[in-house]
């Protein structure tokens, strides 16, 4: 089973819908991320979450929300789904307790939201 | 702002040869970490190789090393003895060690091809 899971992962919604991608982990880590894929413009941070009582916007938090519904559990919302919001979504993790060597960011399998 | 440039869309190698990927950075802090993340047709990012500004020596994993030139902000990998398997985006990303939110900040990619 995969440390960092993600559902779903393939998901087709319309304009104006509301729709939520969820990431659950099972590694214990306190910080949690999301971002997003574009062809040729590689990840770019939306939202973070320290632990479940901080979170902070990203490079491109617009049109986007969060909820950190417990340690393990990140969730992103996409309130008025539009087209340019069509994209791979990574949710990811790190451990700050762990040192300098160890705070490695590990990402989820993606989920891949088209809005049409 | 940091910025991370790949300036190879696409590289194409022959199975068992080498081949080199090129990464560029650009930070005024002298304390962080470089990764190389591949992203397989299956989408989920694998982390290849990571180094730590303040080591001087290149790191190395199996068949993957990098050329680290702090000086230059220079941040190459190198494939040895490509596999059919190395066929995948790679992403040179680049991480703070004074941001404590430890977020990536990415390259747009290059695509590697193997041919058989």
């Known amino acids: 089973d995969a440390d960092v899971t993600q559902t779903p992962r393939n998901r087709i919604t319309k304009t104006g819908k509301r729709i939520m991608l969820e990431c659950s982990q099972t590694?214990?880590?306190?910080?949690m991320y999301w971002y997003r894929q574009d062809p040729g413009l590689g990840l770019r941070l939306i939202y973070y979450?320290?632990?479940?009582?901080?979170?902070n916007k990203g490079e491109i938090s617009d049109g986007y929300s969060v909820s950190r519904q417990a340690q393990a559990k990140f969730s992103l919302s996409l309130e008025s789904a539009i087209p340019n919001q069509t994209a791979l979504y990574f949710c990811?993790?790190?451990?700050?307790?762990?040192?300098?060597?160890?705070?490695?960011?590990?990402f989820g399998e993606g989920s891949w939201l088209t809005v049409v | 702002a940091q910025t991370v440039t790949q300036s190879q869309p696409e590289m194409s190698v022959q199975e068992a040869e080498t081949v080199t990927l090129s990464c560029t950075y650009d930070t005024s802090e002298s304390d962080y970490y470089l990764f190389w993340y591949k992203q397989p047709p299956s989408r989920q990012m694998i982390l290849v190789i990571r180094?730590?500004?303040?080591?001087?020596q290149n790191a190395t994993e199996n068949r993957f090393s990098v050329n680290f030139q702090k000086a230059a902000k220079s941040f190459s990998l190198k494939i040895s003895d490509s596999q059919l398997g190395d066929a995948a985006m790679y992403f040179c990303a680049y991480r703070s060690a004074e941001d404590s939110s430890y977020k990536l900040i990415f390259g747009s990619g290059t695509r590697l091809l193997v041919r058989p």
């Open positions: 180094q730590e500004a303040y080591k001087q």
């Open positions: 590694k214990g880590h306190d910080r």
């Open positions: 979450s320290f632990d479940v009582k901080d979170i």
């Open positions: 990811a993790t790190s451990d700050s307790r762990t040192g300098r060597t160890g705070n490695t960011i590990y």
